[in-house]
């Protein structure tokens, strides 16, 4: 079992920037790829961007790219989303996950294994 714990979230104004950290446990970290994903209410879950095992490559949802950068420190067993030029629209729950995943990238929610608790981003405009 890899415990994902999520912290970083918060209200913020429109413009602002955010760093999401989710700290994982139980498992060997660098065996997974890592993502986020977002879920707003009333919707299902969004894929946000994905991170190799090395954190030598990255993917991104179309909206995000170019304001949102993910991370890894597979030292600190942490994976980061710095979140840049934040608006109305990125407010959602985020959400840590980590897969085996048999190919890369992957938006698909199914191909995760562990998924963290989330952690709420409220941009006000």
């Known amino acids: 079992q890899l415990v994902l714990v999520e912290s970083g979230g918060g209200l913020v104004q429109a413009g602002c920037s955010l760093r999401l950290s989710c700290a994982a446990s139980?498992?060997?970290?660098?065996?997974?790829?890592m993502g986020w994903f977002l879920q707003a209410p009333g919707k299902e879950r969004e894929f946000v961007a994905t991170?190799?095992?090395?954190?030598?490559?990255?993917y991104y949802e179309d909206s995000v790219k170019g304001r949102f950068t993910i991370s890894r420190d597979n030292a600190k067993n942490t994976v980061y989303l710095q979140m840049n030029s934040l608006k109305p629209e990125d407010t959602a729950v985020y959400y840590c996950?980590?897969?085996?995943?048999?190919?890369?990238?992957?938006?698909?929610?199914?191909?995760?294994?562990?998924w963290g608790q989330g952690t709420q981003v409220t941009v006000s405009s």
């Open positions: 991170i190799t095992r090395s954190g030598s490559s990255t």
């Open positions: 996950t980590a897969g085996l995943l048999r190919r890369w990238p992957t938006i698909n929610v199914n191909d995760y294994d562990y």
């Open positions: 139980g498992r060997t970290f660098s065996d997974y790829a």
